[in-house]
């Protein structure tokens, strides 16, 4: 994924401003990735994305990954219910 692309579908924050935000505010868990635009906080799917990139500083999970192969991984954890999106928050793509 690049920069540029969305983490948290949820409430739209690019991976760039993730990072950013971590390298300026030095957060001490994880959890407080959320003070960044509210990420993580609403389906969840992209909470183990955010602890990889407290952990880490890096975002080896998302480097694999391409923004459709992230969407679309997304879709499939909403679909099975593992998470509820937010009103606002990007439009899954169809389920067919």
Same mark, same amino acid.
């Given at each position: ?21 971590? =390298? @300026?505010?030095?957060?001490?868990? &994880?959890? #407080?990735?959320? /003070?960044?635009?509210? +990420? !993580?906080t *609403?389906?969840?799917?992209c ?6 990139i ?9 480097? =694999? @990954?391409?923004?459709?192969?992230? &969407?679309? #991984?997304?879709? /499939?954890?909403?679909? +099975? !219910?593992? *998470? ?13």
């Open positions: 994924m690049n920069l540029d692309d969305k983490v948290c579908y949820c409430f739209h924050v690019s991976r760039r401003k993730l990072v950013n935000w971590q =390298r @300026l505010h030095e957060p001490k868990v &994880a959890s #407080q990735l959320s /003070e960044c635009g509210g +990420a !993580g *609403g389906c969840g799917w909470i183990p994305f955010l602890k990889q407290f952990a880490n500083g890096t975002e080896e999970g998302l480097d =694999r @990954l391409t923004a459709e192969e992230y &969407a679309r #991984q997304r879709a /499939e954890y909403v679909h +099975a !219910g593992k *998470g509820k999106p937010p009103p606002g928050a990007e439009p899954l793509p169809s389920n067919d």
